[in-house]
């Protein structure tokens, strides 16, 4: 089933839903059927991660950022980490909490671009060594 196109009927004010574009539709036709499209319910605060059993934070991302208010929840200022790809764990420095990443996203990430470098590294026949 189709969403309804965006804009408002003839005489009507548009509202939210009628103009929204882009992500911002999506996440309103997420949560019409009932769907986190950004996954932005809050971290599990009822435990302190460790290295053998760290809070898990799922990311389509290579990088990821969190707020950590420590455990039990808000018993610290939120300290913002970064977990990456490359460094999937991070530990708070303020309760010791662990985070781990585990990246659920497509491997290789083109955006419709080709790879080939920067065109200054290729230069053409003329201006060749």
Partial sequence: ????????????VATDYN???????LEILGKIEGIDIFDMKPLDASRRGTLDNPIVLQSFGKERYLGCTGCPADS????????????????????????????????EEHHGHDDRGFYLF????????
Wanted: one cysteine or more.
């Fill in 1 to 12: 089933r189709r969403p309804p196109p965006p804009g408002a009927a003839p005489g009507e």
């Fill in 19 to 25: 103009q929204a574009t882009g992500l911002e539709r």
């Fill in 76 to 107: 610290h200022t939120t300290i913002w980490l970064t977990i990456s790809k490359d460094r999937p764990i991070e530990r708070c420095p303020e309760c010791g909490s662990v985070y781990k990443m585990e990246f659920v996203g497509a491997e």
């Fill in 122 to 129: 290729f230069p053409s026949p003329p201006f060749s060594i």
